[in-house]
């Protein structure tokens, strides 16, 4: 039912199902091609806007502040696809961030009291510091029963689409609007169509879960793209779209990728600013773009483009790439051969090395985004070092060698890291990751060195099976988000200098730096003793396998901390011993006294470990 393939576009969606391809156009059939679509959908795209920004607020809460900004919006109504929304999208978010400012109840519900004493732009800045990613949250609305739902649907007295745009926007506030009015649109079709079936449970879970798998996944990578967005500058933002958009859209010109790639750019920044209806209707400009010039950019959108405007969008997303093309005869000498390079990097630098990125991608698409950066970033390097010596060119002409070192070096960091995996299976690989980066960020606190590298345990099970080309596409990949959100978190509140380093300095390279990172020597753990770090109970023999799992983890993450730089063989018999007690406690008749005797062995094990700490 679900097909694993490698898409990149202007989301770069990894997962595609082609359940959801079908959600799309079962829903896109039930809807007419409006050439008003802003004017039909304004209240549901407000909607998305206060939500994401207003996060605690009930549904009925949210649609009081709609309804005192549908006023004001009725100037962007009028507006047509190919007119510019801008002046008037920028006036309403500064009406609805007085509006908020002027309710101080509403302010002092939600600490906005630091934003609301600046203005205009920081203001807008500081609101969004303050939206929060409940990615631990439920992923879609859920009612409590098919009945429940069916009946709701069928009363109409908040439609079923209303309350699922409410639900995700306030659990999802980086998610794009549009795909937010899409997925809501399709969710809806799925609960009416379901509600005619005899069993309505087989069918919700067939139909809507791939729909709450898509929102959760385009949810990461919008936050991450925002993050990218506000960490680096312009150029690194530009350079990830010209990628992707390459990658996709393999028979497409330069200047044509080139001009696409500042468009996604600058809608990107729209989005990520959470300015909903502009981002909607830039969105639906965007695509009409690019169905206008299906010829030149990819055959495979063509049944997209044939859809309804809020459905068109997703569906190119979520396309084929498009066959790579016979690029024997363009080999990439150019850029390490000619003895004008230098000449061509000196004048004009920022589009020479674009070109050079977009002709290794169009030659290697099997490659992840990550890497072909590291390259082009390699590249650049080189050109720095060898264009100021007498022979530049005998220089720069072993450029072929050092590209491919570069994927080499990615490539067998992935091998080994799942040769590993492969080793000591999940559980095992798992609390080795928590070894390692206990070690790198000692500063975070068990409980979120388990969740982060439970993430990563998570995508070594994903993509290690995989052949070695998806396998190496797929780690990079996920490593990405991974490590995104792990730096999002040091921006909210500073792990410590190696971890900001390899967040900071290269968004590129930021993945080998993590791999590279050593123990954090300058932390100074807490003093903790081993009856605070091991506190058996006889819960444990009820828990689940993942809460058990959890508190062996937390046991060796604390053991970490106090003694960062010991093997991981040192902390090995403490964590054998506790697997072994708690099954043989749990077995005996006397589990509690079991466990007070056993745990007090265990403590003078782990004194023995940090006596000479």
């Known amino acids: 039912m679900k097909t694993v393939r490698l898409i990149f576009f202007l989301f770069f969606s990894y997962i595609k199902c082609q359940t959801l391809q079908r959600s799309l156009l079962d829903t896109a059939m039930q809807h007419n091609n409006s050439q008003n679509y802003l004017e039909d959908n304004v209240r549901d795209i407000i909607s998305i806007m206060v939500a994401q920004f207003l996060q605690n607020l009930t549904y009925d809460e949210v649609q009081t502040i709609v309804l005192d900004l549908l006023d004001f919006a009725d100037k962007c109504k009028s507006l047509k696809l190919h007119e510019s929304p801008s002046e008037c999208t920028y006036q309403l978010m500064t009406t609805f961030l007085e509006h908020i400012c002027n309710n101080q109840g509403m302010v002092d519900k939600h600490v906005f009291s630091d934003c609301c004493n600046i203005t205009n732009t920081a203001r807008h800045k500081c609101f969004l510091l303050h939206k929060k990613d409940y990615a631990g949250h439920s992923d879609v609305f859920e009612f409590p029963n098919p009945e429940q739902i069916c009946e709701m649907d069928k009363e109409n007295q908040v439609s079923v689409k209303e309350r699922h745009i409410y639900e995700t926007s306030r659990k ?9 009015l899409t997925m809501s649109a399709c969710y809806e079709t799925a609960i009416q169509s379901c509600c005619k ?14 729909i709450r798998k898509y929102i959760r996944e385009i949810s990461l990578r919008h936050h991450h793209l925002c993050e990218i967005g506000i960490k680096f500058n312009h150029k690194v933002a530009k350079a990830v779209e010209l990628v992707l958009l390459t990658k996709k859209q393999l028979k497409a010109n330069f200047s044509e990728i080139a001009k696409l790639a500042v468009d996604i750019k600058n809608l990107h920044q729209t989005c990520c600013e959470g300015n909903a209806v502009a981002c909607v209707f830039g969105r639906s400009q965007l695509m009409n773009y690019i169905c206008s010039k299906q010829a030149i950019l990819s055959s495979k959108i063509t049944p997209c483009c044939a859809l309804p405007v809020p459905f068109r969008g997703e569906c190119i997303i979520n396309s084929e790439n498009d066959d790579k093309p016979d690029l024997s005869s363009l080999p990439l000498s150019r850029f390490t051969e000619d003895q004008f390079v230098c000449k061509q990097f000196t004048d004009k630098q920022d589009d020479f090395l674009q070109e050079f990125l977009y002709e290794y991608s169009r030659r290697h698409p099997e490659l992840a985004l990550p890497v072909i950066l590291r390259v082009v970033t390699v590249y650049q390097n080189l050109l720095g070092k060898c264009c100021i010596l ?15 070192r570069v994927v080499l070096e990615s490539h067998e960091h992935v091998k080994n890291h799942c040769d590993l995996h492969e080793k000591l299976g999940d559980s095992n690989f798992h609390d080795r990751l928590i070894v390692l980066y206990t070690k790198k960020a000692p500063q975070l606190s068990a409980q979120e060195l388990i969740k982060f590298t439970k993430n990563m345990a998570a995508a070594a099970t994903k993509c290690c099976p995989l052949s070695d080309e998806q396998q190496f596409v797929c780690m990079e990949d996920m490593a990405k988000l991974i490590l995104g959100a792990l730096c999002r978190r040091h921006e909210a509140e500073p792990i410590n200098v190696g971890v900001g380093h390899c967040c900071d300095d290269s968004y590129a390279f930021r993945k080998p730096c993590f791999d590279n990172l050593q123990v954090d020597g300058t932390y ?25 799992q959890t508190e062996k983890q937390k046991i060796l993450s604390n053991l970490v901390k106090q003694k960062p730089y010991a093997t991981e063989m040192q902390f090995q018999p403490i964590i054998v011993n506790f697997t072994h007690l708690v099954k043989m406690c749990c077995q005996a008749e006397e589990s509690a006294m079991c466990f007070q005797e056993e745990e007090s062995k265990l403590i003078e094990k782990c004194q023995s470990l940090l006596g000479d700490k």
């Open 172 to 180: 999802h506030p980086f998610l794009f609007g549009p795909t937010i």
């Open 390 to 404: 007498e022979d530049p060119l005998e220089c720069y002409s072993h450029g072929k060698e050092v590209f491919q």
């Open 197 to 210: 079936e005899e069993n309505k449970t087989e069918c919700f879970q067939i139909k809507l879960e791939p």
């Open 524 to 548: 100074i753990s807490p003093p903790v003793s081993c009856d605070q770090i091991i506190s058996l109970k006889e819960d444990l023999c009820k828990a689940q396998e993942e809460e058990y």
